[in-house]
């Protein structure tokens, strides 16, 4: 089973300011990763696939890279909705497995 | 607009089964693999089943298997899991996903649905 592993848990930061999501796989998932936001009481959303592409009607400030085993989540300036937790998935293979999250909060 | 929509959770002791439906619009149905994926309270999220469109191709998370059973009827456009044997772990939202692109099983999920709450306690 592949692990994904998520850092940092909790980020803190301010409206305007980047922040940067990471994602670790515990070997190859190619390109076979996507990203999620989840707000408080809401489903979650994809928000890239492909590890880079955007899913459709997603802003331009999110952006996403990586191949192998190391991805990064970026979102170039930060704006009051971004403010939620933020998922990893690899659908690489079987068993589906996502990351444990990470909080992006209003410092 | 692609919609969809789970029912079917609520209490169950130990022991008992529960039978969650998730009824889908905007897409054809036949089309698309299916997942359910699930989050404790608090917690991740952890995937625990999908089917393809189908039907031929089903596949379950180890902490399910021999447990929950996926299934559809393209025909109703319904998305089904029995849930037998349940367990305490087993509390959580459940939700169905899309698969984003047609064909296949599993992949990226979009949309979900907004969830159905499953608690089991005595």
């Known amino acids: 089973e592949i692990v994904l592993t998520q850092s940092p848990a909790t980020l803190s930061l301010s409206p305007g300011e980047r922040a940067t999501l990471s994602c670790r796989a515990s070997q190859s998932v190619s390109t076979s990763l996507a990203w999620y936001q989840q707000k408080p009481g809401q489903a979650p959303r994809l928000l890239m696939y492909?590890?880079?592409d955007t899913a459709t009607g997603i802003p331009a400030r999110f952006s996403g890279s990586g191949s192998g085993t190391d991805f990064t989540l970026t979102i170039s300036s930060l704006e009051a909705e971004d403010f939620a937790v933020y998922y990893c998935?690899?659908?690489?293979?079987?068993?589906?497995?996502f990351g444990q999250g990470t909080r992006l909060e209003i410092k | 607009e692609v919609h969809l929509l789970e029912s079917g959770g609520g209490l169950v002791q130990p022991g008992g089964s529960l039978r969650l439906s998730c009824g889908v619009s905007g897409f054809i149905f036949s089309e698309y693999g299916m997942s359910w994926v699930r989050q404790a309270p608090g917690k991740g999220l952890e995937w625990v089943s999908s089917m393809s469109g189908g039907g031929e191709d089903i596949r379950y998370a180890d902490s399910v298997k021999g447990r929950f059973i996926i299934s559809r009827d393209n025909s109703k456009n319904k998305l089904y899991l029995q849930m037998n044997s349940l367990r305490a772990e087993d509390t959580a939202v459940y939700y169905c996903?899309?698969?984003?692109?047609?064909?296949?099983?599993?992949?990226?999920?979009?949309?979900w649905g907004q969830g159905t709450l499953v608690t089991v306690s005595s």
């Open positions: 998935q690899q659908r690489y293979e079987w068993p589906i497995s």
């Open positions: 492909g590890a880079s």
């Open positions: 996903a899309k698969r984003w692109e047609a064909g296949g099983t599993g992949g990226c999920l979009d949309p």
